[in-house]
């Protein structure tokens, strides 16, 4: 079936620090893949999305380059900022339903 | 932009006891979905609903779960006897034709 790989965090960073959070995934087909970001105490919300190959998604400095010879969409921003600071999931949708991975938590200090 | 709806934000019940969570879904949407994230765990996949049936379900959505869409623009997740492994936040998400998932704030369960 299909998944999705994150790698293991948390992950805790200064200020204007760059950012990459790793994911692969494993789907038959051709997915449409997404990060998703969950402020504290809030619910999911869509940060980025690619729907094909090489197609580039983003959204408030953040990117993802849908990768298909290596299964990969990985997150990057160049400069993260304490607002930053939420957990993030990469997931794909392949058949009507998403498929999350664990998720990252992600620190940022002042 | 539309929202997804969900009530009540948080709601405490004792084991046994039966649930209902709430959710208005966006007006054009055609595809509704409940999923569960236990704390600290991944967000998973409960059940998925199109044409007033359920269409998919995963393993979790067992005999104690029920969902309907009573009147064309609630959705609604049934829980029928809660158990403490239930206490979780459900995330209700509507979809239309496309890719795009709108996801509500949620509503954490917690079963005493």
């Known amino acids: 079936g299909d998944s999705v790989t994150q790698m293991e965090g948390p992950v805790t960073l200064s200020e204007e620090a760059f950012l990459t959070i790793n994911c692969t995934y494993t789907?038959?087909?051709?997915?449409?893949l997404f990060w998703y970001v969950q402020y504290p105490g809030e619910g999911l919300q869509l940060l980025l999305k690619?729907?094909?190959?090489?197609d580039k998604g983003s959204n408030k400095g953040f990117e993802a380059t849908y990768r298909k010879e290596t299964t990969s969409f990985h997150l990057e921003k160049g400069s993260v900022q304490v607002s930053d600071s939420a957990v993030y999931f990469c997931?794909?949708?392949?058949?009507?339903?998403?498929?999350f991975g664990k998720g990252i938590t992600l620190s940022v200090r002042p | 932009e539309p929202e997804v709806t969900q009530t009540p934000s948080h709601q405490v019940t004792q084991m046994g006891q039966e649930v209902i969570l709430r959710c208005v879904p966006i007006?054009?949407?055609?595809?509704f979905y409940w999923y569960r994230q236990i704390l600290g765990q991944k967000v998973e996949f409960l059940v998925s609903?199109?044409?007033?049936?359920?269409?998919?379900k995963s393993e979790i959505f067992d005999d104690q779960f029920s969902v309907e869409r009573p009147d064309g623009s609630n959705f609604t997740l049934k829980i029928r006897s809660t158990k403490l492994e239930d206490s979780a936040m459900y995330f209700c998400?509507?979809?239309?034709?496309?890719?795009?998932?709108?996801f509500g704030s949620g509503t954490r369960l917690t079963v005493v």
């Open positions: 998400a509507s979809r239309d034709a496309g890719v795009g998932y709108t």
């Open positions: 789907a038959t087909g051709y997915p449409s």
């Open positions: 690619a729907t094909k190959a090489d």
């Open positions: 997931a794909l949708i392949n058949t009507p339903k998403l498929t």
């Open positions: 007006s054009n949407h055609l595809y």
């Open positions: 609903f199109y044409n007033n049936e359920i269409s998919e």
